[in-house]
């Protein structure tokens, strides 16, 4: 079974620049994770999808980050505007739809480091 | 207060001993719980997941859970330097596996 595919695995930027990234979940799952993980500290959920709805993007920064996930399947997230505290690694996660009251394990694609110069 | 709390560590243990990772929240109608290792440079990989108090075992590692206490533990038993790593505690704090939350992580450093 492939893993979570996720595309740039690096990328390099100046402030102000715009950047994509781009994310293929496992096949099957309906629930899509973009996570935000600054170096030494844990993955913070930015937005939360469920087939092509959002469940969860209270702490996306709305004015500069957006997301989508276009048929319920593969999902892009893009900041624009970046800035230099954007530097971090974006983490995309997928998971099967939980049972009430469980939530299903989920499974983390390699990442994209972006560096904001 | 945090909602997940862990203690960054590092922790160092010698190699064959038991290493304990602690990991408390703050949300006490949360329902699922899962251990994470990250290697450096690398995602997230699940270790184990527990829903129920009490323990769970699964070969050298041992999830304990007291709701009554906010408090998760992994016991890793004999430690090898290969688990050299950051482990992620991961807390869903509703009923509907839609609201996820990691802690800080605590990194674990096996000595030979």
């Known amino acids: 079974e492939a893993g979570v595919a996720q595309s740039p695995r690096y990328k390099i930027i100046e402030k102000r620049q715009s950047v994509a990234f781009w994310c293929n979940p496992i096949s099957g799952h309906a629930t899509l994770y973009w996570y935000q993980q600054i170096l030494g500290q844990g993955p913070k959920l930015l937005i939360q999808?469920?087939?092509?709805?959002?469940?969860?993007d209270s702490q996306l920064p709305k004015d500069r980050f957006s997301a989508e996930r276009l048929k319920g399947v593969d999902s892009t997230l893009k900041i624009q505007p970046a800035k230099l505290e954007d530097s971090a690694v974006y983490l995309c996660?997928?998971?099967?739809?939980?049972?009430?009251?469980?939530?299903?394990?989920?499974?983390f694609g390699p990442g994209t480091r972006l560096t904001v110069l | 207060q945090k909602e997940v709390e862990q203690n960054s560590g590092p922790l160092s243990v010698p190699e064959g001993a038991i290493a304990s990772l602690n990991c408390t929240y703050s949300?006490?109608?949360?329902?699922?719980f899962f251990w994470y290792r990250q290697y450096s440079g690398k995602s997230p990989e699940l270790i184990m997941f527990?829903?129920?108090?009490g323990d769970k075992e699964d070969g050298r590692f041992t999830a304990q859970l007291n709701k009554a206490s906010q408090y998760v533990s992994l016991l890793i038993r004999d430690s090898q330097p290969s688990d050299s790593a950051t482990y992620l505690c991961?807390?869903?704090?509703?009923?509907?596996?839609?609201?996820?939350?990691f802690g800080p992580g605590t990194r674990l450093s096996v000595l030979p």
């Open positions: 527990i829903y129920s108090n």
């Open positions: 991961a807390v869903d704090r509703d009923n509907y596996g839609q609201n996820f939350v």
């Open positions: 996660a997928s998971s099967l739809v939980g049972l009430a009251g469980r939530a299903d394990t989920q499974y």
């Open positions: 949300d006490r109608g949360s329902q699922s």
């Open positions: 999808f469920q087939n092509n709805g959002v469940v969860d």
